[in-house]
């Protein structure tokens, strides 16, 4: 069964401090792996999408990185505004699987 | 660009009673996927759309069903409500045409609380 887990499930950042986010992944076979960002109330915004192995993209403060088994969503200096939960999703290469989403890791920035 | 629209924004049901909720999707895009979000499940995926016809669906019961339009608007219809079925539906448009490689967007999601 393809199953996506994000740890933690929670994290709490000063303003400044960066950190990562963890996604692991067992799925046949990968066809892409997407990070989204959600805000309290909102709909899950599109951040990146990565392919295979050794692919890296960023976007401001934010670079998502993939191996094998598990992506990593790292914030550099983050800000207040950074703070929503981050929910990473990958397509299965079998048959005509749909989006597969981990639970998310909730992100609190303090000033 | 308008983005994904979704009505209503908040519901209110009871047991029983059965619910549409409406999704209009970005101009241009023909493909409208819904999910359920739950704090315990997270996102599961219910069923995807395009060209009006269902090309996919997810494991929930029959009570789920959807269709979509001419004009790509997509409808989901949840019957004999159960207080489980409280979460927030999202729908998510895309092309289409990427196998499930292109972006979805997604709407602001509806709110269904069942008493």
């Known amino acids: 069964e393809d199953q996506v887990t994000q740890s933690p499930e929670a994290l709490r950042l000063q303003e400044g401090e960066s950190s990562s986010l963890n996604c692991s992944y067992t799925?046949?076979?990968?066809?892409?792996l997407f990070w989204y960002r959600q805000d309290p109330g909102k709909g899950p915004e599109f951040l990146f999408t990565?392919?295979?192995a050794g692919e890296e993209k960023e976007k401001e403060r934010l670079k998502a990185t993939l191996t094998k088994k598990e992506s990593f969503l790292h914030i550099t200096a983050p800000k207040p505004e950074d703070s929503a939960t981050y929910l990473c999703a990958v397509l299965p290469f079998s048959g005509n699987t749909p989006l597969v989403f981990g639970k998310g890791t909730r992100l609190s920035v303090i000033a | 660009k308008a983005g994904v629209t979704q009505t209503p924004r908040y519901l209110i049901k009871t047991r029983g009673q059965q619910v549409t909720l409406s999704c209009s999707p970005i101009?241009?895009?023909?493909?409208v996927s819904w999910y359920q979000q739950t704090p315990g499940q997270g996102l599961q995926f219910l069923f995807e759309?395009?060209?009006?016809?269902?090309?996919n669906k997810g494991n929930f019961p029959g009570r789920f069903s959807g269709r979509q339009f001419s004009n790509s608007r997509s409808e989901m219809n949840v019957s004999t409500l159960e207080l489980g079925d409280s979460a927030l539906y999202l729908c998510a448009s895309s092309t289409g045409l990427a196998g499930g490689l292109d972006t979805q967007y997604f709407g602001p999601g509806t709110r269904l609380t069942v008493l």
């Open positions: 101009s241009g895009h023909r493909s």
């Open positions: 759309y395009f060209s009006e016809t269902q090309r």
């Open positions: 990565l392919y295979s």
């Open positions: 799925v046949s076979g990968l066809r892409g």
